[in-house]
């Protein structure tokens, strides 16, 4: 059976025909250079080259397309839309899709809190993929190398955390861009990002769609919420309701009249400013204490009112109850059978 060439042996080819073709032209001089048996290859070896009407199918073009969705998150946020989220901390591709296919958002894959890495997020970014639903990777840390290795997977958004300064904003935003912009390493010719190489726009477009946010979760962050969302690049401040509780000395009790003060306080910053006029989008957590509904009436313009853990906890809880309740019912009508069977036998 004949296989077809491979790009290595291709090249090796090509320079022993251009060794071969160097020396009959040396030996005899009216050797015409361009015979056809030993063609020119005056570029390196690409697809281009190789196949000159080489074309990619629609397959592969719509495969490229499909990791993106039909407007992006800055677009929609741009269109004052008001878009609902949810937070995936299991890493199973599974729920992902799901989730993707229930008509969230956007989800965010949540490497901060959840077990998964790098490899078990692009799992997460696949399957949310199958129904175009944004996927926003919040990273551990905020880093250079973790930034890097998140962008390359090709998210649409990416999610700082602990971000309480305008320097440490500045930084975040660095992370996310190419020089002399910024402080990116690239492989754009390889990655997930720009479709393996094959989204030749990638590099024209790239900071247009991506969606950068900062997580502000500290007392000293509110302090600087304001400057911090004017930063060039900061397209959303991201509260963080829990660390902020925490920060205030009030871990347990997340719905402490002082920390829904700093809230407010904080809120108030962002929303100062229009994200049209040098300002950032305002994103946030829903509580028990604080609704999805309290959220957007309040001005956010993304939220998220769901955790899959939270919500398989919840439902599986629920569940065990419900049947554990069963079995005590169900040894009470027992007993009231016995005592009626033998209240009809002393009869």
Not at 114 to 140: E, H, K, M, Q
Request: include cysteine.
């Amino acid at each position: 059976m004949s296989t077809m060439p491979t790009l290595s042996s291709l090249s090796s080819s090509s320079s022993s025909l251009l060794t071969l073709r160097r020396s009959l032209t040396s030996t005899f001089p009216n050797y015409p250079s361009s015979h056809p048996l030993f063609p020119k290859f005056p570029k390196p070896l690409t697809l281009k080259t190789l196949i000159p009407n080489f074309k990619f199918s629609s397959a592969v073009t719509n495969a490229a397309a499909a990791t993106k969705t039909p407007k992006s998150l800055k677009t929609r946020l741009k269109n004052n839309e008001t878009l609902y989220g949810i937070f995936l901390l299991s890493f199973s591709p599974t729920i992902a899709e799901i989730a993707g296919l229930s008509g969230y958002d956007f989800a965010v894959v949540d490497m901060e809190h959840g077990p998964g890495g790098i490899s078990d997020a692009l799992n997460c970014l696949r399957a949310l993929a199958v129904s175009g639903t944004p996927a926003i990777l919040r990273v551990p840390e905020s880093s250079e190398p973790w930034a890097k290795k998140a962008l390359d997977l090709g998210p649409d958004g990416i999610m700082f955390p602990m971000i309480d300064s305008p320097k440490s904003a500045r930084k975040a935003v660095s992370y996310c861009r190419f020089p002399p912009n910024g402080i990116r390493g690239s492989a754009h010719t390889v990655v997930r990002a720009s479709g393996y190489g094959i989204d030749e726009g990638y590099l024209s477009n790239y900071a247009d769609e991506l969606l950068i946010m900062c997580q502000v979760e500290s007392v000293d962050g509110v302090k600087k919420i304001e400057e911090i969302a004017e930063v060039e690049g900061v397209d959303c401040i991201q509260m963080g309701p829990l660390d902020l509780s925490a920060s205030l000395g009030y871990l347990w009790d997340p719905g402490n009249k002082k920390v829904r003060e700093m809230m407010n306080v904080a809120e108030k910053g962002v929303l100062k400013k229009k994200p049209n006029n040098g300002g950032a989008y305002l994103s946030g957590f829903a509580m028990p204490h604080d609704s999805p509904e309290n959220l957007k009436s309040r001005g956010y313009h993304m939220v998220s009112g769901a955790v899959d853990v939270a919500m398989f906890r919840n439902v599986a809880v629920e569940d065990v109850k419900k049947f554990k309740k069963c079995l005590v019912e169900g040894a009470d009508d027992q007993k009231d059978d016995k005592d009626g069977d033998e209240k009809y036998w002393s009869e």
